[in-house]
């Protein structure tokens, strides 16, 4: 096989010395050398870990020693137990594992580290299964001795069990450390002395085991004749030892090699795996395609991101006739090899040796970034809860954790943001995660591994976790990361945990190594998502941790409580940054909103938002204002108490006006079921409160001793029933659309149209604006049918009541517009725009943003019919009134940016169109955020610009993000996610990948056919391009039948939309 094999050797002195041959068979024990204690050393004595995961292995590993140490001091985050000693002036740290396994050998060399940040490298040190093959040594036996040694392309340690299937076949995935050249040359060195030796200091290091003490009989020696190896297809017969049951004559021949006085020593490829390998078959193939001579359970664990030499003593053949009279042998021997290493190791060469113990603190300074929270501009008030999040997480020694909680709305997540801002510079990193649910959580801390890997040297136990895609093992890896010894000045923020479920300290559930995180069966029968966080936290004791919630039971730290803003002024400067209004001081019914919306940040900052993109007064939206974030806190309490909830809603009316218990108790014997269950006694009824409170709705008075009351009163915020609520249905509908939240959109739309429909009836006004906007929805998910309902409805009724002319109805005129454009019915399209551009100018003038609107809209008609001059005035027309009007950054200017660009791109002028592309993309990403749809379609768009300028890879990446996130917004059968699926497949096919874009022509086209009506597929241009890229595709793979099959589809529905003048145009540039 090419693999060396080694015979060791020891430095009896300074002076070569020839020992004579002994007499004494190698095999069995002598007098147990007993190390002496000495005194207790530092933590930056410890150099060298040895690792062992038996406890056969850490006996043996003792028996090496020629000192042992005084434990020392470590860390509360810290549950490894440790061994101290030194050999040959070494000083090593001896640590077992609670249970074998690559998972726990990460987490205790991770500990290890944390305690004794000077350690240089480590030894893996114990039994494991090896492959009898062949070697320059002879044939692996039970008592040899493995080590791990780069060979055959891989670092003398590979993990077996982690990859990807890929063409039917498995691709391993990531890569393990090469032990350091200072092993590496010790183990040479050994082998070369050792090979000119009589007498091998391997076995006399055996022999400082005492077999003859009872407890250590079982290092010693089993013979030859218990050496069993059969072929690999005999199966072991029964639960006993093979010379019971199994057939002794199917053993394999093998020469005798009794008389060896040297312990046998093959030095290659070992692989770790999470699994025990039973099963000789598979053994062999492993074996034979990775020329590797041993299996074990550690090493990958322990050897992804710090230095290790592998050092294994053969206990059995990795078959089903494993048993454990081996293991005390193996071990003795793979010890005694390890002690003999230290006498090739120069003390001052292993103070040199770097490894990953040198790092410094400056190696974990990420630059700061914020990814995916929106930040308001200006950040009004809160200075002295600032103040405290400053003085409880202000470096020290130790780690701070502090919990800040407040009803929704109260500006938990935006005090957060402004404390992370303002104290950057305190913390080496800062990292934002979503606490919402364990999903979320695991998804951040995927791109925290991916944030570290990019910007940071090689960390590679990040990398690995990254490749395999495993989420489980990107959590381990990052808080690996975070509980690196020097890397303690970071900043974990995790925002919005609300679903909470604390377990006992010290119960089943509770995850005290956070080797595993994230079972959602935690939560109960009750189906909600509801977990504990505290597995999801950094082990080590370093670090500041800032959580944001509802609850107010979170006791994981120093509890910091927002509630409302007491002073008026902050709440007008609020509503005055986010409208862009001035001097609404002098406003009364700003000072009346103001004091409507109670002190809460987040209905105050609403608001605002909503008065910057409407011409209402603030009287006018007095009826308007939302109450979101209460309506998700009083979802959580009907899960918990439906009793609770009944008492909230009944409680709005009472004017905020206190309650106690003696108050309700009064109306028990006539009441309905929830009051008779909450009133059942004083307990009963504080049970309910204390639930209300958890969640910051109800706030606790004095006590009663204090008011005079028989027991304590509680008073709650107000809020309105009945037509509020119904608008306030509305007004989250366009929320949630803007926010590309459209299922949640859908939901909210639905409740208010069935309100108003109740209220004021199906052809109200109030109603029909509900409709439209649902069909804006429909039209959004690319449910056209149902959008061209909805606004046929709408403005059949908008007609009636308003006029053809008035400005209600022109809005969903150019709705339809939209949808018959989207549909290629260009002509009708046109007529709509134009009726709808004439209206506006009459009613608004040439320059008002409506009118830019129409403006725009008819641009985009132009260009689909490839009148690009005219489209080009019309797009220059509307940017110039819109950067006028909104300013450069609005969305509403961003989406003419964005059309220009697509115009450019269709005349060639690829360099300005990549500026507008950029541009709009930049913009949309600051004010959206990356996953909005808006963002996306940019995306996507330079997706398209680099396939056009020959980029592929850069298309490539642009496709992907853009169809991932339209997955995510969408639903993978929406429009949108279509046409990058298919543009997909024009990018794949230019890159010769015809499989795969076949595969993608394919998804496209029945996702077009499932989610749109026959007659409308048949005319849509995006469905006709997939048809006519599949019959080019055919065509190609000489698939005449199949080719003529699409393009007769394809040209079929072209010639249905020719009086539009609308082409699919040619494979070569055919997208959408």
Same mark, same amino acid.
């Given at each position: 096989?090419?693999?060396?094999?080694?015979?060791?050797?020891?430095?009896?002195?300074?002076?070569?010395?020839?020992?004579?041959?002994?007499?004494?068979?190698?095999?069995?024990?002598? !007098?147990?050398?007993?190390?002496?204690?000495?005194?207790?050393?530092?933590?930056?004595?410890?150099?060298?870990?040895?690792?062992?995961?038996?406890?056969?292995?850490?006996?043996?590993?003792?028996?090496?020693?020629?000192?042992?140490?005084?434990?020392?001091?470590?860390?509360?985050?810290?549950?490894?137990?440790?061994?101290?000693?030194?050999?040959?002036?070494?000083?090593?740290?001896?640590?077992?594992?609670?249970?074998?396994?690559?998972?726990?050998?990460?987490?205790?060399?991770?500990?290890?580290?944390?305690?004794?940040?000077?350690?240089?490298?480590?030894?893996?040190?114990?039994?494991?299964?090896?492959?009898?093959?062949?070697?320059?040594?002879?044939?692996?036996?039970?008592?040899?001795?493995?080590?791990?040694?780069?060979?055959?392309?891989?670092?003398?340690?590979?993990?077996?069990?982690?990859?990807?299937?890929?063409?039917?076949?498995?691709?391993?995935?990531?890569?393990?450390?090469?032990?350091?050249?200072?092993?590496?040359?010790?183990?040479?060195?050994?082998?070369?002395?050792?090979?000119?030796?009589?007498?091998?200091?391997?076995?006399?290091?055996?022999?400082?085991?005492?077999?003859?003490?009872?407890?250590?009989?079982? @290092?010693?020696?089993?013979?030859?004749?218990?050496?069993?190896?059969?072929?690999?297809?005999?199966?072991?017969?029964?639960?006993?030892?093979?010379?019971?049951?199994?057939?002794?004559?199917?053993?394999?021949?093998?020469?005798?090699?009794?008389?060896?006085?040297?312990?046998?020593?093959?030095?290659?490829?070992?692989?770790?795996?999470?699994?025990?390998?039973?099963?000789?078959?598979?053994?062999?193939?492993?074996?034979?395609?990775?020329?590797?001579?041993?299996?074990?359970?550690?090493?990958?664990?322990?050897?992804?991101? @710090?230095?290790?030499?592998?050092?294994?003593?053969?206990?059995?053949?990795?078959?089903?006739?494993?048993?454990?009279?081996?293991?005390?042998?193996?071990?003795?021997?793979?010890?005694?090899?390890?002690?003999?290493?230290?006498?090739?190791?120069?003390?001052?060469?292993?103070?040199?040796?770097?490894?990953?113990?040198?790092?410094?603190?400056?190696?974990?300074?990420?630059?700061?970034?914020?990814?995916?929270?929106?930040?308001?501009?200006?950040?009004?008030?809160?200075?002295?809860?600032?103040?405290?999040?400053?003085?409880?997480?202000?470096?020290?020694?130790?780690?701070?954790?502090?919990?800040?909680?407040?009803?929704? +709305?109260?500006?938990?997540?935006?005090?957060?943001?402004?404390?992370?801002?303002?104290?950057?510079?305190?913390?080496?990193?800062?990292?934002?995660?979503?606490?919402?649910?364990?999903?979320?959580?695991?998804?951040?801390?995927?791109?925290?591994?991916?944030?570290?890997?990019?910007?940071?040297?090689?960390?590679?136990?990040?990398?690995?976790?990254?490749?395999?895609?495993?989420?489980?093992?990107?959590?381990?890896?990052?808080?690996?990361?975070?509980?690196?010894?020097?890397?303690?000045?970071?900043?974990?923020?995790?925002?919005?945990?609300?679903?909470?479920?604390?377990?006992?300290?010290?119960?089943?559930?509770?995850?005290?190594?956070?080797?595993?995180?994230?079972?959602?069966?935690?939560?109960?029968?009750?189906?909600?998502?509801?977990?504990?966080?505290?597995?999801?936290?950094?082990?080590?004791?370093?670090?500041?941790?800032?959580?944001?919630?509802?609850?107010?039971?979170?006791?994981?730290?120093?509890?910091?409580?927002?509630?409302?803003?007491?002073?008026?002024?902050?709440?007008?400067?609020?509503? !005055?940054?986010?409208?862009?209004?001035?001097?609404?001081?002098?406003?009364?019914?700003?000072?009346?909103?103001?004091?409507?919306?109670?002190?809460?940040?987040?209905?105050?900052?609403?608001? +605002?938002?909503?008065?910057?993109?409407?011409?209402?007064?603030?009287?006018?939206?007095?009826?308007? &204002?939302?109450?979101?974030?209460?309506?998700?806190?009083?979802?959580?309490?009907?899960?918990?108490?439906?009793?609770?909830?009944?008492?909230?809603?009944?409680?709005?009316?009472?004017?905020?006006?206190?309650?106690?218990?003696?108050?309700?108790?009064?109306?028990?014997?006539?009441?309905?079921?929830?009051?008779?269950?909450?009133?059942?006694?004083?307990?009963? @009824?504080?049970?309910?409160?204390?639930?209300?409170?958890?969640?910051?709705?109800?706030?606790?008075?004095?006590?009663?001793?204090?008011?005079?009351?028989?027991?304590?009163?509680?008073?709650?915020?107000?809020?309105?029933?009945?037509?509020?609520?119904?608008?306030?249905?509305?007004?989250?509908?366009?929320?949630?659309?803007?926010?590309?939240?459209?299922?949640?959109?859908?939901?909210?739309?639905?409740?208010?149209?069935?309100?108003?429909?109740?209220?004021? +009836?199906?052809?109200?006004?109030?109603?029909?604006?509900?409709?439209?906007?649902?069909?804006?929805?429909?039209?959004?998910?690319?449910?056209?049918?149902?959008?061209?309902?909805?606004?046929?409805?709408?403005?059949?009724?908008?007609?009636?009541?308003?006029?053809?002319?008035?400005?209600?109805?022109?809005?969903?005129?150019?709705?339809?517009?939209?949808?018959?454009?989207?549909?290629?019915?260009?002509?009708?399209?046109?007529?709509?725009?134009?009726?709808?551009?004439?209206?506006?100018?009459?009613?608004?003038?040439?320059?008002?943003?409506?009118?830019?609107?129409?403006?725009?809209?008819?641009?985009?008609?132009?260009?689909?019919?490839?009148?690009?001059?005219?489209?080009?005035?019309?797009?220059?027309?509307?940017?110039?009134?819109?950067?006028?009007?909104?300013?450069?950054?609005?969305?509403?200017?961003?989406?003419?940016?964005?059309?220009?660009?697509?115009?450019?791109?269709?005349?060639?002028?690829?360099?300005?169109?990549?500026?507008?592309?950029?541009?709009?993309?930049?913009?949309?990403?600051?004010?959206?955020?990356?996953?909005?749809?808006?963002?996306?379609?940019?995306?996507?768009?330079?997706?398209?610009?680099?396939?056009?300028?020959?980029?592929?890879?850069?298309?490539?990446?642009?496709?992907?993000?853009?169809?991932?996130?339209?997955?995510?917004?969408?639903?993978?059968?929406?429009?949108?996610?279509?046409?990058?699926?298919?543009?997909?497949?024009?990018?794949?096919?230019?890159?010769?990948?015809?499989?795969?874009?076949?595969?993608?022509?394919?998804?496209?086209?029945?996702?077009?056919?499932?989610?749109?009506?026959?007659?409308?597929?048949?005319?849509?241009?995006?469905?006709?391009?997939?048809?006519?890229?599949?019959?080019?595709?055919?065509?190609?793979?000489? &698939?005449?039948?199949?080719?003529?099959?699409?393009?007769?589809?394809?040209?079929?529905?072209?010639?249905?939309?020719?009086?539009?003048?609308?082409?699919?145009?040619?494979?070569?540039?055919?997208?959408?």
């Amino acid at each position: 096989m090419g693999i060396l094999i080694d015979r060791a050797m020891e430095w009896i002195s300074s002076t070569m010395i020839r020992p004579r041959h002994s007499t004494q068979p190698h095999k069995a024990g002598g !007098k147990s050398h007993r190390p002496k204690m000495t005194q207790e050393r530092s933590r930056d004595d410890y150099k060298v870990a040895w690792i062992c995961p038996l406890e056969v292995e850490q006996i043996a590993a003792m028996e090496m020693l020629d000192e042992e140490h005084p434990a020392i001091p470590k860390s509360s985050a810290d549950h490894n137990v440790y061994s101290l000693g030194s050999i040959n002036g070494h000083n090593i740290v001896i640590a077992g594992l609670h249970q074998p396994g690559n998972c726990p050998a990460a987490t205790v060399v991770a500990q290890m580290r944390m305690t004794f940040p000077s350690l240089r490298f480590g030894l893996l040190v114990g039994i494991g299964g090896g492959v009898p093959v062949q070697t320059d040594n002879g044939m692996i036996r039970l008592g040899h001795v493995i080590v791990s040694k780069p060979a055959g392309g891989h670092s003398g340690a590979l993990q077996y069990d982690h990859g990807k299937a890929r063409d039917g076949q498995f691709k391993r995935t990531g890569a393990l450390m090469p032990p350091p050249a200072v092993l590496l040359n010790a183990a040479q060195a050994l082998a070369v002395q050792r090979a000119r030796l009589r007498v091998d200091p391997v076995q006399q290091n055996v022999r400082r085991i005492d077999i003859t003490s009872r407890g250590l009989r079982r @290092f010693q020696y089993p013979g030859e004749q218990n050496d069993y190896l059969f072929p690999p297809h005999y199966k072991h017969q029964h639960q006993g030892a093979c010379n019971t049951k199994c057939d002794l004559s199917k053993r394999i021949p093998r020469t005798s090699d009794d008389g060896d006085m040297f312990v046998v020593v093959h030095r290659g490829n070992i692989a770790s795996g999470e699994l025990v390998v039973k099963d000789a078959l598979r053994r062999d193939k492993l074996a034979q395609h990775d020329e590797l001579l041993c299996f074990e359970m550690e090493a990958a664990g322990a050897i992804a991101d @710090f230095p290790c030499l592998v050092v294994r003593g053969i206990s059995d053949y990795c078959d089903s006739h494993k048993n454990d009279m081996w293991h005390g042998y193996a071990a003795a021997v793979a010890a005694a090899y390890a002690r003999q290493l230290f006498f090739h190791l120069p003390v001052d060469e292993v103070q040199r040796c770097s490894g990953n113990a040198t790092q410094t603190a400056s190696s974990f300074i990420l630059p700061f970034k914020l990814p995916g929270v929106h930040s308001v501009n200006h950040f009004v008030a809160r200075q002295e809860e600032l103040g405290r999040l400053y003085n409880e997480l202000k470096s020290t020694r130790e780690r701070r954790t502090v919990i800040l909680h407040g009803l929704g +709305g109260m500006g938990k997540t935006q005090t957060t943001i402004a404390f992370a801002k303002k104290h950057r510079d305190d913390y080496s990193a800062v990292f934002w995660l979503d606490a919402r649910d364990t999903t979320a959580l695991k998804l951040s801390y995927q791109s925290l591994a991916q944030r570290i890997a990019t910007e940071t040297s090689s960390v590679t136990y990040i990398k690995n976790a990254l490749s395999n895609r495993d989420l489980d093992e990107m959590v381990s890896a990052v808080k690996r990361w975070l509980d690196e010894p020097k890397n303690n000045r970071w900043l974990m923020i995790y925002d919005n945990y609300d679903d909470v479920k604390l377990h006992n300290r010290g119960s089943p559930s509770e995850n005290e190594t956070g080797s595993q995180v994230g079972n959602e069966n935690d939560a109960g029968e009750t189906g909600s998502k509801a977990y504990d966080i505290r597995p999801y936290f950094p082990e080590t004791d370093h670090g500041a941790i800032l959580v944001t919630t509802r609850s107010s039971t979170v006791e994981l730290g120093q509890l910091i409580q927002l509630s409302k803003l007491g002073d008026v002024n902050d709440s007008l400067e609020i509503l !005055k940054s986010t409208s862009n209004r001035a001097n609404l001081a002098q406003d009364r019914d700003a000072m009346a909103l103001a004091l409507r919306l109670d002190g809460l940040p987040l209905a105050l900052s609403t608001a +605002g938002a909503y008065l910057k993109q409407v011409s209402r007064t603030c009287g006018e939206y007095l009826r308007l &204002a939302l109450y979101s974030t209460w309506e998700i806190s009083l979802d959580h309490i009907q899960q918990q108490s439906l009793s609770a909830s009944m008492l909230l809603g009944q409680w709005a009316y009472f004017d905020n006006d206190d309650l106690w218990y003696e108050l309700l108790r009064e109306g028990r014997p006539e009441g309905p079921a929830w009051l008779v269950e909450i009133t059942e006694d004083e307990l009963s @009824f504080d049970l309910a409160m204390r639930l209300l409170c958890e969640h910051g709705l109800v706030e606790a008075n004095p006590p009663a001793k204090e008011t005079g009351r028989e027991s304590r009163g509680y008073s709650v915020h107000h809020f309105d029933v009945g037509e509020e609520e119904i608008w306030m249905f509305h007004n989250l509908g366009i929320l949630y659309s803007d926010q590309g939240r459209l299922k949640e959109a859908e939901a909210m739309y639905e409740r208010a149209l069935q309100g108003k429909e109740k209220a004021w +009836g199906p052809d109200h006004t109030s109603t029909l604006d509900t409709v439209n906007n649902l069909g804006n929805l429909y039209s959004d998910q690319g449910r056209l049918k149902e959008a061209e309902a909805m606004y046929e409805r709408a403005l059949q009724g908008k007609e009636k009541a308003w006029g053809p002319d008035h400005t209600s109805t022109l809005s969903t005129i150019n709705n339809l517009g939209n949808l018959y454009s989207d549909l290629g019915r260009l002509k009708e399209a046109e007529a709509i725009y134009e009726r709808a551009l004439q209206g506006y100018e009459k009613a608004w003038g040439p320059d008002h943003t409506s009118t830019l609107d129409m403006v725009n809209n008819l641009g985009v008609l132009y260009k689909d019919q490839g009148r690009l001059k005219e489209a080009e005035a019309m797009y220059e027309r509307a940017l110039q009134g819109k950067e006028k009007a909104w300013g450069p950054d609005h969305t509403s200017t961003l989406s003419t940016v964005g059309n220009l660009g697509i115009l450019y791109k269709n005349q060639g002028r690829l360099k300005e169109a990549e500026a507008m592309f950029e541009r709009a993309l930049q913009g949309y990403e600051k004010a959206l955020g990356p996953d909005h749809t808006s963002t996306l379609d940019s995306v996507h768009c330079l997706g398209l610009l680099y396939k056009d300028q020959g980029r592929l890879k850069e298309a490539e990446a642009m496709y992907d993000r853009a169809l991932q996130g339209y997955e995510k917004a969408l639903g993978p059968d929406h429009t949108s996610t279509l046409n990058t699926v298919n543009n997909l497949g024009l990018l794949y096919k230019d890159q010769g990948r015809l499989k795969e874009a076949e595969a993608m022509y394919e998804r496209a086209l029945q996702g077009y056919e499932k989610a749109l009506h026959p007659d409308t597929l048949r005319t849509y241009i995006p469905a006709l391009n997939a048809l006519e890229n599949l019959g080019d595709l055919f065509e190609q793979r000489g &698939a005449t039948d199949r080719a003529l099959e699409h393009y007769n589809r394809a040209r079929t529905g072209i010639a249905d939309i020719t009086a539009s003048k609308a082409r699919v145009g040619s494979a070569a540039s055919r997208g959408y």
